[in-house]
């Protein structure tokens, strides 16, 4: 008893939000996934837009080869900006409650217009420099979270698998890295 | 390319709506839970990543299995390889220290626009940044590198 107890409250430390809204969101992600693969016979990732977008504006060749497929792929980001502000509309405003959803502590609410819109409190230099690293480690590294994490796992590639477990395991030590130098958000 | 099926770009647009409503949903579009999960304070992240693994993986399993196209382009159900070399992790550990640095990854990025985050611009302004700087540098080095097209 005293030990299940004890069990149950090492859970719920290592779980704070619990773990519905995690599991519900992954199931959405992959169900987004799935419909555009039915459709079109195509594993979409996120960080080909990057690319993708570029050859609009530049004539390298890197981002030519990409010319096919970037109009798709700005409709596909398109939707995932809408259905990020589909989400604030709904569950995040309140107009939509389930139990499943944990609202949690982080960052700032604000409201326009009556939908409740989210702010992250992580300093600006952090989110421009890590981006620049994630722009130039995706593109060379062949994917990001969904290209290798979602599609690449989801078919079992063995690159796939290798990708995640690097670009997890680097996080993992830099995040720590940055919490020890003290900072913090 | 031309000629895609009329529902292509729609169908495309529903799918990328269900995703980006998903990233918000688990709380991925929000740089602070993905450091809190990096740091151990919150080991929910991982059920997003292989949740959403898990049921694509279902999907690109069964469905080669019941028809041989894709009704909107014709394209065979096959799995899209890529190949394994070096790049994967060189670039897998710059996008790691990246990651870890700033807690958003492209598509989180792009839903986190859309909850709100204005924030987040800062971001992606990087990432274009960091995705220009590698292609320019590329482009120039090996110019003739074969198109291992990239599906994601």
Excluded at chain 1, 152 to 166: E, F, N, P
Excluded at chain 2, 10 to 36: D, K, T, W, Y
Aim: hydrophobic share 50%.
């Amino acid at each position: 008893m005293a030990t299940s107890l004890v069990l149950l409250q090492a859970v719920a430390e290592l779980f704070p939000n619990g773990i519905s809204r995690y599991a519900v969101g992954g199931l959405l992600v992959g169900l987004g996934t799935v419909v555009i693969y039915v459709g079109t016979g195509i594993p979409a990732g996120a960080s080909t837009f990057l690319e993708s977008t570029l050859s609009y504006v530049s004539d390298q060749s890197r981002f030519q080869r990409y010319v096919g497929s970037r109009d798709w792929r700005v409709v596909f980001t398109a939707g995932i900006v809408l259905g990020g502000l589909a989400f604030a509309a709904t569950v995040q405003s309140g107009v939509v409650t389930t139990s499943l959803y944990e609202p949690g502590t982080t960052g700032t609410l604000y409201e326009v217009a009556g939908v409740t819109l989210w702010a992250t409190d992580v300093q600006p230099w952090r989110l421009f420099f890590g981006g620049i690293l994630v722009g130039i480690g995706t593109r060379i590294g062949k994917g990001c979270t969904s290209g290798h994490g979602v599609c690449g796992v989801g078919s079992a590639s063995k690159t796939s698998l290798v990708g995640v477990a690097t670009f997890l395991t680097v996080a993992i030590g830099t995040a720590q890295v940055v919490a020890a130098l003290g900072v913090s958000p | 390319m031309a000629d895609r099926h009329p529902l292509f770009k729609p169908l495309v647009f529903v799918g990328g709506l269900i995703f980006g409503f998903g990233l918000g949903f688990s709380h991925m579009a929000r740089p602070e839970v993905v450091v809190n999960f990096l740091l151990f304070e919150d080991l929910g992240l991982p059920f997003v990543m292989f949740g959403a693994a898990i049921v694509s993986g279902v999907a690109f399993a069964l469905l080669p299995r019941i028809r041989d196209a894709a009704p909107l382009t014709g394209d065979p159900y096959e799995r899209r390889l890529k190949p394994f070399d070096r790049n994967v992790l060189v670039g897998g550990a710059v996008f790691g220290v990246g990651w870890g640095l700033s807690g958003i990854c492209p598509g989180a990025a792009y839903a986190s626009l859309g909850v709100g985050n204005v924030t987040i611009l800062w971001a992606l302004g990087g990432m274009f940044l960091g995705a220009y700087a590698q292609g320019y540098w590329r482009s120039r080095s090996r110019a003739p590198e074969a198109a291992a097209a990239g599906a994601d």
